[in-house]
């Protein structure tokens, strides 16, 4: 018959195997819910990554693609980078886009590229047959965008298209236009280099310009930002909207999406066409 000592020595043992079985049952949760979190956060930034790329496939995307990342087409040429001359000015490449996207329009590209102005602003007049946005261009900020949108207003290159995307999440709302073809695929005959910085970002009220997953894409389409929105800082940021123009996009916004993509964004619901964009000052 066993002893005290040996009943409690038994007890001992007992509650040791039951406390290493508890500890092994408890780490086990742990594992378990950390490779829930990951696989999380690995959807989540998947899901953002698709979103990004599906809004901003840029000009050379002729056709419709199982990838928004890739466009159907040849890859266009790259521009190179702007570089500053002793005056002040930018010299600025403009290169031909080669990518046989027949939605490209031919317009030119704009003067004198060499020597680009890159101090002050450029103010231009968006209307729309949803109401006006004044648009403040940032020549210093980005000098080739600036002159680029800027010659493009001035060949009415914008006028009688529609902003044909619309994005809308608590941190990532953007309109975008700028495609003459309103397919979301078209776009000038040139492209050029982005114009960013590691610490660019895209706050409420700023218009930026969309590109292809390549670099050196930048052509005539941009977004305009109604929230603080959360991009990688690829897109070069070229400018401001005014607080009317961003009560427009609001209104829009609040429209909703007509057909959501399963990137999360389509057509706005509301139709937005720019009857003119012109330079005012």
């Known amino acids: 018959m066993p002893t005290n000592k040996q009943r409690r020595q038994a007890a001992q043992r007992h509650l040791q195997r039951q406390l290493e079985r508890r500890a092994e049952l408890a780490k086990k949760r742990r594992r378990n819910l950390g490779i829930l979190a990951s696989a999380i956060a690995v959807l989540v930034v998947v899901g953002a990554a698709l979103l990004i790329t599906g809004v901003f496939k840029g000009d050379d995307d002729a056709t419709a693609s199982d990838d928004p990342t890739v466009s159907d087409t040849a890859a266009p040429t790259s521009a190179a980078a702007p570089t500053t001359n002793a005056d002040g000015t930018v010299s600025c490449t403009y290169a031909p886009d080669a990518s046989g996207n027949p939605n490209l329009t031919d317009v030119g590209t704009p003067p004198t590229p060499e ?8 103010t231009l007049l ?12 940032d020549r210093a900020k980005a000098p080739c965008a600036a002159a680029s949108f800027t010659f493009l207003a001035q060949q009415s290159f914008f006028d009688g298209s529609t902003c044909h995307r619309l994005v809308n999440q608590p941190s990532f709302g953007v309109l975008q236009c700028g495609d003459p073809t309103g397919t979301g695929s078209g776009g000038p005959s040139y492209k050029y280099a982005e114009e960013v910085t590691p610490e660019t970002t895209y706050p409420r009220g700023t218009i930026a310009m969309a590109k292809t997953s390549a670099p050196g894409t930048t052509g005539s389409q941009f977004f305009l930002c109604f929230v603080d929105t ?8 070229v400018g401001t909207i005014d607080e009317a123009g961003l009560g427009v996009l609001e209104t829009v916004a609040a429209g909703g999406i007509k057909d959501v993509g399963a990137e999360g964004d ?9 009857e003119s964009l012109s330079v005012v000052a």
């Open 115 to 122: 020597a680009t102005p890159a101090q002050g602003t450029s």
């Open 126 to 137: 968006m209307s729309t047959d949803q109401g006006d946005l004044t648009l403040t261009l």
């Open 230 to 237: 959360q991009l990688p800082p690829e897109y070069t940021v």
């Open 266 to 274: 389509g057509a706005p619901a509301i139709p937005v066409s720019i």
